[in-house]
């Protein structure tokens, strides 16, 4: 049994993106790039270092390419899953998934 967990604001429930994303939004413009409406699918890696992202977005796949880092924050069952996507894990599990391995810890 755990008490039950809202994003309150003002009395009223509010999302994670109304509550924590929009606003710092507007006073990070020009360092952070925010893009709503979109699914992550690889990180992208040169040398052993993360540079991008695949995504998807309303059904097109680009790609975001990083200046300094990326931030990879999809939860507790999602983060795991789109690492062994992108060829990260042990060799076992990415053989398991059938995926072509970049690094292997």
Known sequence: ?????????????????????????????????LRRYSVVSKV???????????????GIPRVA???KEIILSAGPYVTPILLIKSG???KNDLDAA????????
């Not at 992208?44 to 309303?58: I, M, P």
């Open 98 to 105: 059938n995926v072509i391995y970049q690094l292997s810890y």
């Open 88 to 90: 990260i894990g042990s």
């Open 1 to 33: 049994f755990s008490p039950d967990e809202n994003f309150i604001s003002f009395g009223r429930r509010v999302t994670t993106y109304s509550g924590y994303i929009k606003p710092v939004e507007e006073s990070y413009k020009d360092k952070l790039d």
């Open 65 to 67: 390419m990083a200046t």
């Open 44 to 58: 992208l890696f040169e040398k052993n270092v993360a540079r991008g992202v695949v995504y998807h977005r309303h």
